[in-house]
């Protein structure tokens, strides 16, 4: 059974707490980001990178498809699919090859585009921009464990 935390981010600060509260629970797993385009997808992922220790750029693989990290003995790899045409692509690029990497992070954006090719998530984070203010982003954070979310939501100082 999956459960669901919502949260509201006023700031690219809260989006960094955010990852913070993340990367305490998430250092290797599956994790899938959903949002349109400027959502903040690639945002959260620098500030969790970050924060597990990784000391130089993160850019967006979009025209990469994927940028791997070596941060200390854990390898991360973000993916970002938004380009992909045919989910068989990945398995062309050797997505195997990565997914076997023992205690791995793997960050997944736009994930819809993966099909069967990817594996399903341990955490799922959903980020809706606001209408209102450029800066405001509603994020919605799906998994099966709700303590662990429990964690997160009590890390990030909510409600």
Do not use: C
């Amino acid at each position: 059974m999956n459960h669901t935390l919502q949260l509201s981010l006023a700031s690219e600060q809260d989006t960094q707490r955010l990852a913070h509260a993340l990367a305490a629970h998430f250092s290797q797993g599956i994790i899938y980001l959903i949002g349109d385009l400027g959502a903040g997808k690639t945002t959260l992922t620098r500030y969790l990178l970050q924060k597990i220790g990784h000391q130089g750029a993160v850019k967006s693989p979009t025209y990469t498809l994927v940028e791997p990290y070596q941060i200390g003995e854990r390898a991360v790899f973000h993916f970002d699919l938004y380009r992909l045409n045919d989910p068989y692509e990945l398995e062309l690029m050797g997505i195997r090859d990565y997914l076997e990497t023992p205690n791995a992070l793997f960050i997944f954006e736009w994930p819809s585009k993966g099909g069967n090719e990817i594996p399903d998530a341990d955490l799922t984070i959903e980020i809706l921009k606001s209408e209102d203010d450029e800066a405001e982003r509603t994020v919605v954070l799906t998994m099966s464990d709700q303590q662990t979310l429990n964690q997160i939501q009590g890390t990030f100082n909510v409600g």
